[in-house]
């Protein structure tokens, strides 16, 4: 079974200027995960997909992130315009509901997208 | 507010030694726990889970950790740790909902030969 695919792998630009991220997520699994892992710190949750609809996403800075999961399979997240405290690894992860449990599913991540912002 | 404290930054342990990593929450609704581990420039891998029942829980490579709800923690222990434990390892909590899921800031383990 392929994991959680994730590119690019390594993204370096210049603050102000935009960048995506694209997330495919293991094939079946209808809940998809964005999270941001700032250097030091634990993921933070960003934004969390049922298929293609939102599930929750109060901790999206949404004047410059934004996300959309077309036909609800793959991903991609976007920053415009990026600024210097974006910088870090952007992960992505898949799970496959259990009807009514939605927290008892494995959350599988991605290697990550390590982002540097100058 | 929901949070998870993982109060150790970094922990060095020799080869062969046990291990205790800990991890505290504070969350109103009844916790759901994950121990994960990351090794460098991976993603992260579940090692095992807290739903209910059973508070001492098995999970992979060797690793248990035990739910004491009076504490509000979620320790992990492994009896025997080897140079390939070495990674960054994170506990997070949910809730049944699924929603809200909350990391630590993780522990760096260090094994030295």
């Known amino acids: 079974e392929a994991g959680v695919a994730q590119s690019p792998r390594y993204k370096i630009i210049e603050k102000r200027q935009s960048v995506a991220f694209w997330c495919n997520p293991i094939s079946g699994h209808a809940t998809l995960y964005w999270y941001q892992q700032i250097l030091g710190q634990g993921p933070k949750l960003l934004i969390q997909f049922q298929n293609n609809g939102v599930v929750d996403d109060s901790q999206l800075p949404k004047d410059r992130f934004s996300a959309e999961r077309l036909k609800g399979v793959d991903s991609t997240l976007k920053i415009q315009p990026a600024k210097l405290e974006d910088s870090a690894v952007y992960l992505c992860?898949?799970?496959?509901?259990?009807?009514?449990?939605?927290?008892?599913?494995?959350?599988?991540f991605g290697a990550g997208t390590r982002l540097s912002v100058l | 507010a929901q949070s998870v404290t993982q109060p150790d930054i970094h922990i060095t342990v020799s080869e062969g030694a046990s291990l205790e990593l800990r991890c505290n929450y504070s969350y109103g609704a009844t916790p759901y726990l994950f121990w994960y581990v990351q090794s460098p420039g991976q993603g992260l891998q579940l090692l095992l889970k807290y739903f209910s029942g059973d508070t001492l829980v098995q999970g992979i490579k060797g690793f248990e950790a035990e739910f004491k709800r009076s504490q509000s923690s979620f320790n992990l222990r492994k009896p025997s740790v080897h140079w390939s434990d070495a990674a960054e390892y994170f506990c997070a909590v949910t809730s049944n909902t699924g929603n809200q899921f909350y990391f630590g800031t993780g522990t760096s383990l260090t094994v030295i030969p």
């Open positions: 992860a898949s799970s496959h509901r259990i009807a009514g449990e939605l927290a008892k599913n494995i959350q599988y």
